[in-house]
Every structure is written in C-alpha cells, then in structure tokens.
C-alpha cells in the first residue's frame, strides 16, 4: 500500500499525512501486533525523514512510539525503554523544531 501511494500521490503531503492515519486505523481493526506497527512506523519514519516537513516525522515518530510503548494496544512495553527514551526525545526536538518554524 506505501509503495502505491509513494507512487501516485507522495508529493501532495496531506495524502501522506492520511496514508500514516488509515494505516494506524487498519492497524487497529485488525489487531496488528503493537511490535509490528510500531516498527512500521519507525523504518518509515527513518526512510523519509529528511524528505518530509518536521511535523509530519514528528506525527511518525509518535505513531511509532505510541504503538511500542503500549498506549495504542493499552498493553505493557514492546520495545526497550532506552530505545523509547530516544524515541520520545526526537519527538520533543521535533515539537521544538516544527514551533521555531512557525514563528519565522
């Protein structure tokens, strides 16, 4: 389905912004293993991080942490918390990153 929507409809960054959505929603449906998902999200992100605005790897990395730390599946942690950790700081440098942005 990436490949797909990498091919047709990667440059419009609303559609990818909606593709990284109906992917966690399809996760959701079909109760796709939290490891899995979250993984998904992780190797997209690092793919195409220097390709895309901060915001929207910041949506991915926060896809990818929620679903690795458990608060998608309310389940217990999947991925080591040191790794979760730099995770979540990239998140927060990201936040900061896609502000300083904004106020220029």
């Known amino acids: 389905m990436v490949a797909e929507w990498k091919e047709f409809l990667w440059d419009v960054p609303e559609e990818r912004v909606a593709l990284w959505g109906h992917c966690r929603t399809l996760f959701i449906r079909y109760s796709f293993p939290a490891l899995q998902a979250g993984l998904f999200f992780l190797k997209h992100a690092e793919a195409v991080e220097k390709d895309i605005p901060p915001r929207e790897l910041h949506e ?45």
């Open 60 to 104: 991915l990395l926060l896809l990818s942490m929620q679903w690795l730390c458990g608060m998608i599946t309310h389940s217990n942690p999947v991925y080591p918390l040191h790794l979760l950790r730099e995770i979540e700081t990239r998140v927060w440098l990201l936040v900061v990153e896609s502000e300083a942005e904004m106020t220029k």
